[in-house]
């Protein structure tokens, strides 16, 4: 898939006019939505080969399990921050070539990572902490404005009680899904996790 490494990239419409608004402690909602966002379970899409490969290789992170969504507070919103910062500060990007010498492997990042393997490394430490595996899912977007072989990209969605929620090695802050300037091709489902679906939009 060639998922590519964009860090310290700003979101690319609207920044200069985004308002910030109290969504929780740390989440960051533009000013202007981009539509409403749903999960379709009747629109399949293709389960990524590098996520295939993963689960081949450490399937006890492919489990599946019953959906769950997660009822917010304070804790929750610090633990989400925190684990988000952790990782996009001390991962340094690096493509799979790179990292692996092969166009495409999905592996948790240690010190260095491509796009996955930052959101592998995020939703297993949630996870490790007691966060439900079916509400962190990863997704599949397209980058707008940037050339084609970085335009791909993957996010962990995280639903919770105040919405679906992006953590992005792109952006340090947390935002709604509803509110990324993304094209959203296709995300895994909660309960299993080698089960994806397609998004639709409606404005």
Same mark, same amino acid.
């Given at each position: 898939m060639g998922?590519? #490494?964009? #860090?310290? +990239?700003k979101?690319?419409?609207?920044?200069l =006019? @985004? =308002? @910030?608004f109290a969504f929780g402690p740390s989440l960051v909602i533009a000013a202007q939505s981009s539509g409403t966002l749903r999960i379709n379970p009747d629109r399949p /899409?293709?389960?990524?080969?590098?996520? @295939?490969s993963f689960c081949f290789r450490e399937p006890q992170h492919c489990l599946p399990a019953p959906p769950r969504t997660v009822p917010m507070d304070e804790s929750r919103w610090s633990e989400l921050r925190s684990v988000n910062n952790l990782y996009n500060a001390t991962v340094s990007p690096v493509t799979d070539h790179q990292r692996h010498g092969v166009q495409e492997r999905? !592996?948790? =990042?240690?010190k260095f990572g491509d796009c996955e393997d930052y959101v592998l490394a995020k939703k297993s430490h949630l996870v490790a902490t007691g966060w439900p595996r079916s509400s962190l899912l990863i997704a599949v977007v397209d980058i707008p404005?940037?050339?084609?072989? !970085? +335009? +791909?990209? /993957?996010?962990l969605l995280v639903k919770t009680n105040e919405g679906i929620l992006v953590l992005d090695n792109r952006e340090p802050e947390i935002?709604?899904? !509803? +509110?990324v300037d993304y094209k959203w @091709?296709?995300?895994?489902?909660?309960?299993n996790p080698y089960v994806w679906h397609r998004v639709d939009r409606s404005d």
């Open positions: 998922l590519t #490494v964009t #860090v310290g +990239r979101l690319a419409a609207g920044v =006019a @985004i =308002a @910030i /899409a293709v389960v990524p080969k590098g996520f @295939i999905w !592996e948790h =990042a240690d404005n940037v050339p084609p072989l !970085e +335009r +791909r990209h /993957a996010v935002h709604s899904w !509803e +509110r @091709i296709s995300v895994q489902s909660g309960s």
